[in-house]
Nanobody
Framework: QVQLVESGGGLVQAGGSLRLSCGVSGRSFSGYTMGWFRQSPGKERDFVAAISWNGRGTVHADSVKGRFAISRDNAKNTVYLQMNSLKPEDTAIYYC????????????????????WGQGTQVTVSS
């Protein structure tokens, strides 16, 4: 059983920053590709960013490139999402997710690749 717990969400003004964290327990963290998705009310869950098991490969959605950065610390069983220059349209529930280490870079943006999901953390950006 793998458990993912997100933290770090909150209310921030446009242009501000937040860092989300996701702690993973249950199995070897370093064996997972990790990702972040987000969902706004009335919209589908969208890909935000993903990182390979060893941290050497990352993928970011075009909408967040240059503003968000995903990273991981395998010693701490934690994945992070640094969010800078936040915009009101970034408002959403952010979900941490885990997939097998063999997930290809091309597949990292697909929600169907991920078998484990956290409960989500709310991020609200005010204008």
């Amino acid at each position: 059983q793998v458990q993912l717990v997100e933290s770090g969400g909150g209310l921030v003004q446009a242009g501000g920053s937040l860092r989300l964290s996701c702690g993973v327990s249950g199995r070897s963290f370093s064996g997972y590709t990790m990702g972040w998705f987000r969902q706004s009310p009335g919209k589908e869950r969208d890909f935000v960013a993903a990182i390979s098991w060893n941290g050497r490969g990352t993928v970011h959605a075009d909408s967040v490139k240059g503003r968000f950065a995903i990273s991981r610390d395998n010693a701490k069983n934690t994945v992070y999402l640094q969010m800078n220059s936040l915009k009101p349209e970034d408002t959403a529930i952010y979900y941490c997710t885990a997939a097998g280490a063999g997930t290809s870079m091309l597949a990292m943006s697909r929600a169907s690749e991920y078998g484990y999901w956290g409960q989500g953390t709310q991020v609200t950006v005010s204008s």
